[in-house]
T-cell receptor, first 112, second 111 residues
């Protein structure tokens, strides 16, 4: 059974700092990995999608990497801003059943 | 292009009542899913569908029914509401192997 773990569970950083969020998964049989952002009381916003054949994806100040063989992904946020404060969720789409399995998320707070 | 829409946004039920959460998408996606989100437990898959007329169970299907008569709609039915079903419910859709898009969620309280 696929399990997804996100570390740390919570992170507080000063504005301007570069930071890394970690995601690990137990089964490498995945189609893709997706990073989401969720603001309090809101839905999920897709940030980046990495297909299993890709190593990384970039969007603005965000860069996500994928190492399928070791079951790890990182989300790098450059020059963090208070507006980046949110919960960040990692999810893998498993091959068997084509379902999305989520981690519990990392709560990020960027202090001004 | 509205994306994924969900109704209602909020709902309060009494134990034993039934109701249907509505989900619709206008992107012609074949895959649709329902998740529930509970504090400390992340999102868990309830039911999913890979196309009209085809549904399957996810991780936590008990107490819920789904049907997929059209590509656009994927309603979730609570048969007899229980306090344990108090949660936030999200619907999502995608093409095969592609990015998942989520609706805004329905916040359900069962008393």
């Amino acid at each position: 059974k696929q399990e997804v773990t996100q570390i740390p569970a919570a992170l507080s950083v000063p504005e301007g700092e570069n930071l890394v969020l970690n995601c690990s998964f137990t089964d490498s049989a995945i189609y893709n990995l997706q990073w989401f952002r969720q603001d309090p009381g809101k839905g999920l916003t897709s940030l980046l999608l990495i297909q299993s054949s890709q190593r990384e994806q970039t969007s603005g100040r965000l860069n996500a990497s994928l190492d399928k063989s070791s079951g790890r992904s990182t989300l790098y946020i450059a020059a963090s801003q208070p507006g980046d404060s949110a919960t960040y969720l990692c999810a893998v789409r498993v091959v068997y059943g084509n379902k999305l399995v989520f981690g519990a998320g990392t709560i990020l707070r960027v202090k001004s | 292009n509205a994306g994924v829409t969900q109704t209602p946004k909020f709902q309060v039920l009494k134990t034993g009542q039934s109701m249907t959460l509505q989900c619709a998408q206008d992107m012609n996606h074949e895959y649709m899913s329902w998740y529930r989100q509970d504090p400390g437990m992340g999102l868990r898959l309830i039911h999913y569908s890979v196309g009209a007329g085809i549904t399957d169970q996810g991780e936590v299907p008990n107490g819920y029914n789904v049907s997929r008569s059209t590509t656009e709609d994927f309603p979730l039915r609570l048969l007899s509401a229980a306090p344990s079903q108090t949660s936030v419910y999200f619907c999502a859709s995608s093409r095969q192997g592609d990015e998942q898009y989520f609706g805004p969620g329905t916040r359900l309280t069962v008393t």
